[in-house]
């Protein structure tokens, strides 16, 4: 996801080390970690889709 002046978040997505082939995703505020998946995805898309929508409802002021 760009980063730009309007929007401070990023959306990071990693594969993980353990368990091998999962991802995960992190939130970035300013560069610094705002928010992380609590649990990892089998599949990098399934790993977008879900860091996405934890920033959907971040932006929309679902949750803080």
């Given amino acids: 996801m760009a980063n730009n002046s309007a929007n401070p ?3 990071e ?3 993980c080390e353990r368990p ?3 991802f995960t995703w992190a939130i970035r505020r300013n560069g610094k970690l705002f928010q992380r998946a609590d649990r990892v ?3 990098e898309e399934a790993a977008e889709r ?3 929508a934890a920033l959907e ?3 929309s002021g679902r949750e803080r």
């Fill in 9 to 11: 978040y990023t959306l």
């Fill in 13 to 15: 997505i990693e594969a």
């Fill in 20 to 22: 091998a082939g999962h």
């Fill in 41 to 43: 995805q089998t599949t």
């Fill in 50 to 52: 879900s860091g996405l």
């Fill in 57 to 59: 409802k971040l932006l």
